[in-house]
């Protein structure tokens, strides 16, 4: 589903003429990172209750790039405790993101929508990665104790690709699908007109998407 209105939205972007790279990958450069940007992850790691210290992602990969906007679509799994923990780490007191804090709000809201499609194994429990860093998972759907080694991790990668991609001179900007536009004098979830695109919304999703440009 996720790729699907990915794809979709890229399909409205591109007819629009907006130069739009699709599927953009970006190489970390792992020496950026050094002095304060490990400070400041590590300060994400221990909020997280990880240990050790976590490999730098060695490539970003975008939904969408346009000039120095790099752009991801947040689907349910994102919005947690975790993430919420994350979001309050000095990290985003040393940097600016324009979306900060209604994820802030997102988080606190959505979490049960969260442990709805959050359960599967590959998503509770994560990569390896995930246990030998942040213990071993509590059962699918228990967040008392140890909780979600997987979502720990996904909160973890969600805010070295905010810290990395900024060291790396560009723009994130982060789409979740609970945002709301306005279309013909009513709100409309960007998720919802994404999943089944109609002709006469196309030029609202447009507008919507070229101001976070601007």
């Not at 790039?65 to 000095?90: C, G, M, Q, W």
């Not at 900060?100 to 988080?107: F, T």
């Not at 228990?142 to 900024?166: C, E, F, H, I, P």
Request: charged residues 25%.
């Amino acid at each position: 589903m996720h790729h699907l209105k990915v794809e979709n939205l890229h399909g409205i972007l591109k007819e629009s003429g907006l130069q739009i790279e699709y599927n953009h990958q970006l190489e970390v450069n792992p020496s950026y990172l050094k002095g304060k940007g490990e400070t400041l992850l590590n300060a994400v790691l221990i909020e997280l209750g990880g240990n050790g210290r976590l490999p730098v992602l060695e490539k970003l990969k975008f939904d969408f790039k346009i000039n120095r906007h790099v752009f991801l679509y947040d689907d349910e799994v994102h919005f947690n405790r975790y993430r919420l923990a994350t979001l309050k780490s000095p990290l985003y007191e040393t940097f600016s993101f324009s979306w900060a804090e209604a994820y802030l709000r997102l988080c606190r809201t959505y979490e049960k929508e969260c442990l709805k499609t959050g359960l599967h194994e590959r998503v509770w429990n994560g990569p390896p990665i995930a246990a030998k860093f942040f213990g071993k998972s509590e059962t699918a759907g228990d967040l008392s104790g140890n909780g979600s080694a997987g979502w720990k991790l996904n909160a973890y990668n969600d805010t070295q690709y905010d810290l990395v991609s900024r060291l790396h001179g560009y723009k994130l900007v982060r789409i979740p699908i609970y945002e709301n536009l306005m279309i013909g004098g009513s709100l409309k979830k960007i998720d919802d007109l994404l999943l089944h695109p109609k002709e006469e919304n196309r030029h609202g999703i447009v507008n919507w998407f070229s101001r976070k440009i601007t």
